[in-house]
């Protein structure tokens, strides 16, 4: 339902209660007459330097962010975005077990786009994506969920370049210096793409400048969620600034 401010569209949004990046990305997507309803879910700002301590943060998200979809319907959504990887929701299938759920939660009343919808979404816009190359800010084991997401839905994945940040905070505090390192190191000529996936990696606008001297795309995953609910919701503005995806499809 829209209300004066968000003439067009109320938009809900759901986050881990750590993620200091979606919020000020998407607002600098927003089209005039779409408002962006944030909602944290609470996850602890605990540590992430293993694989064992990465996958219980997983575990923590897990556990949490179905029943915040309470909470943000309460301000009556025209659709809500959880802006979390495919990771999160534990692959292809957890993500359709996931999205269900979620539905359930308004009667299926109110749309919902996950980061593994969008994601999936945004490369089918451009012509012959069968190669990616990987950003994540994940240590090993996340890493390999995301590459086995990507083949699980038969994009094949060369190289996969984990950041291994320490904490979930900290992985909003990832210099753009090392997110462009990052892009060029899984790009290759046999890349057709480079997808960058962490949703509080702050990559939507070193995304777009790397997809300028690459010459390819490179979707980050902030930008593919706002794009995909926009469309879902019928809303086609063109918004510059944020790479091809925004600007053209």
């Not at 944290?40 to 979809?69: C, H, K, W, Y």
Request: aromatic share 6%.
């Amino acid at each position: 339902m829209a209300d004066t401010l968000g003439w067009r569209m109320k938009l809900g949004v759901l986050v881990p209660s750590t993620n200091t990046s979606v919020q000020p990305e998407y607002d600098a997507m927003r089209p005039p007459g779409i408002t962006n309803h944030v909602r944290g879910f609470r996850i602890p700002n605990a540590p992430t330097r293993t694989d064992t301590e990465f996958s219980q943060q997983l575990e923590n998200m897990r556990a949490t962010m179905v029943d915040a979809m309470d909470e943000v319907l309460t301000l009556d959504p025209g659709h809500v975005i959880l802006a979390t990887a495919a990771e999160s929701a534990g692959g292809v299938e957890g993500a359709r077990v996931l999205r269900e759920r979620l539905l359930a939660k308004s009667g299926g009343r109110v749309g919902v786009t996950l980061g593994a919808d969008a994601i999936l979404a945004a490369l089918t816009r451009y012509d012959g994506m069968a190669r990616i190359g990987v950003v994540t800010p994940y240590m090993p084991v996340g890493d390999e969920q995301a590459r086995r997401f990507f083949e699980d839905s038969g994009i094949a994945v060369g190289r996969v370049k984990g950041l291994r940040c320490g904490s979930p905070v900290l992985i909003a505090h990832t210099p753009e210096a090392t997110l462009r390192d990052a892009i060029v190191e899984v790009d290759s000529p046999d890349v057709d793409a480079v997808v960058v996936v962490g949703t509080n990696l702050p990559m939507a606008r070193v995304a777009a400048m790397a997809e300028f001297w690459l010459g390819k795309p490179v979707i980050a995953l902030n930008t593919a969620t706002y794009w995909h609910a926009l469309r879902q919701c019928g809303i086609h503005d063109k918004v510059q600034g944020f790479g091809r995806l925004l600007a053209e499809f």
